[in-house]
DNA sequence: GTGAAAGCGCTAACAA
DNA sequence: TTGTTAGCGCTTTCAC
């Protein structure tokens, strides 16, 4: 059913049905009604296509996700917070469309993208310390928000990021707190930025107890299970080994784990782990109290967040640039297990 | 720039120009190469909604994600598999429009999409032992892919997946052969096919050693880290307790191994556990070489064929149905580490 | 081999 | 308050 069907059953031109359903004042109330209920009951939607082509608006969003090709990993995270930005994006009538890019051709997909009138904006995910996209962006004039900050910020830009320095930061004093100082990070790849601002929270905490930041307790790279698993290893077979490890990912700290199991070394006896990511917050000492709190739901609330932030900034550019930082919920400093050993 | 430019700064109507882009025969040589040429300097690309308005092809197809409302978690194999389906997307020219759908809403998603012609055909993911959705999409005549199978099959319908039930009759298999007779399943949500057919894998083993199974030994429940802690840790505190887990996935993983820690209890001695998923296969009995087998190609994979499927599908109705069954690359069972103890 | 013209389904001036 | 008309940018039939 078409708008031009939907019309002639009715009875009315089709430039009156539109208005009717498209809440115009000057449709007299009976006929909205009547219009409204004949559209409902013909499960009439206007072509999103048509209508686009219309409006000039393509009532979509691009979310474009850089693709790793070594490991071939999509970040976990993403999910959760696609699942947020996707709910505004209902509620305000637009579709999403999902582009997965190689890091070698992100420029043609942008252009692309944008020649083709194919979304009214992207989210940026996953930015570098150094993000030539930005001024790309600019360049054509596709709106923006970035799910994340950069470092080399020369121009103003909209953004949403969690405090990811303020949060390890934070994670590296609660193992301060417990008595370690030989504390390892294994960290997410240190060109993205949020890897580099965990890092440098990490060396914030370190140097604020004066304490020596060890580089060979520091590492980063993409973050799967055999990363963690192998640092680990090769940290444990020292015979100076770190007494605790900050892990970057839930995945990382279960190669962590299997590492430490064959090294024969127990946790909370020789040993603690600290996870953190966006999802979740972990702490074990491996005692005595439930020392895990998901909070995933302040990923899906940051999606929401940003996909709000730039279809206000759609309708009205005049706002830019916006930005917000939230503060990760690293509830774990509450936890009240006992501290285990020195080393 | 759009046609009506490119065409006027050529000297030629805008059909020619439309014709040579497009491929069609009947262009001279020449002015092909010449409208090209033309048309990559000004870096035009077609109006996507144009296009598609004119041909009645959307060249965008809909991945629908439901979301267990629960626990509000995506399932994290989602995004390797999106990852290779978006690929052949590309190759072909189409978009992926992705929709996060709460269960309660579903057929309104379905039918909306159809209505707006924002999609040429969908992926059905995550698919039920009982699902409604494949009579709706077979209804309002939207071609569709399952990624995953049913169990209720009184109609065809075109899918791919892997072969959970067999991948895990091999992974309780394996444990068998260590000689575990006092194995836990802990699995996903048994209303979930995927589920529903890695339990039947599991009890095919168990049935054929003859072996009793223990219903409570077996759960069954959204894949989340807690679950997975707090099922093992209640099996663990039992006089009689599992020798092994089989976790169907990582993350549950990642839970069990925290009970197992917390009971006192030591990987490989009084202990085994198995991680199957999609995404990856791992065996840890504690030990002595790397067991673990990274499989997340096959996800991607899976995702590059039910995409090609699908556009097969779109392009020619006359092939349905179609399907194709994946084996599980359960290479674990390959490991040569030591048996682990018997309770 | 090329072009004119109609039409895809909708919105939005402009008239009435 | 309603209708007429002209696009939006492309493809496609039909004529030359």
Redesign the pocket.
Same mark, same amino acid.
């Given at each position: *059913?078409? @708008?031009?069907? @939907? !019309?002639e059953q009715l #009875? @009315? !031109?089709? $430039? $009156? =049905?539109?208005? +009717?359903? &498209?809440g %115009? /004042?000057? =449709? !007299?109330? !009976? $006929?909205?009604i009547r219009v409204q209920l004949a559209a409902a009951q013909g499960n %009439?939607? /206007? &072509?999103s296509? +048509? *209508?686009s082509? +219309? $409006? #000039?608006r393509a009532m979509s969003i691009g979310h474009v996700v850089p693709l790793a090709h070594q490991h071939d990993v999509v970040n976990p995270i993403f999910a959760e917070f696609v699942a947020g930005a996707s709910q505004i994006y209902k509620q305000n009538g637009y579709e999403l469309t999902l582009t997965i890019a190689e890091t070698r051709n992100e420029e043609a997909i942008y252009r692309n993208m944008a020649a083709k009138?194919a979304v009214d904006g992207v989210i940026v995910h996953s930015p570098k310390r150094v993000e030539p996209r930005l001024a790309l962006l600019k360049e054509i004039g596709l709106p923006y928000v970035v799910h994340g900050r950069v470092s080399d910020s020369k121009t103003a830009y909209n953004w949403i990021d969690t405090n990811n320095r303020r949060a390890f930061k934070q994670a590296t004093q609660l193992l301060i707190d417990l008595g370690h100082s030989d504390i390892a990070l294994i960290n997410g790849d240190e060109s993205l930025n949020f890897a580099w601002l965990r890092r440098l929270g990490f060396e914030d905490a370190m140097r604020e107890n004066g304490l020596a930041i060890n580089p060979t307790f520091m590492a980063s790279a993409e973050l799967t299970e055999t990363f963690g698993y192998l640092t680990a290893e090769s940290l444990l077979k020292k015979a100076h080994r770190p007494s605790a490890f900050i892990a970057s990912s839930y995945v990382v700290a279960l190669g962590i784990r299997r590492a430490i199991g064959r090294a024969g070394l127990q946790m909370g006896k020789d040993l603690s782990v600290i996870i953190h990511d966006d999802e979740l917050s972990y702490f074990d000492n491996g005692g005595a109290v439930p020392q895990f709190t998901a909070t995933r739901s302040s990923v899906r609330e940051a999606g929401m967040l940003t996909a709000s932030m730039l279809l206000k900034q759609i309708d009205d550019p005049g706002l830019f640039p916006q930005s917000s930082l939230l503060e990760s919920r690293l509830t774990v400093g509450l936890s009240t297990g006992p501290a285990p050993a020195r080393n």
């Open positions: *059913m078409n @708008l031009k069907q @939907l !019309s #009875g @009315l !031109s089709q $430039t $009156t =049905v539109s208005r +009717a359903l &498209n %115009y /004042p000057e =449709v !007299s109330e !009976s $006929t909205r %009439y939607r /206007p &072509n296509r +048509a *209508m082509l +219309a $409006t #000039g009138c």
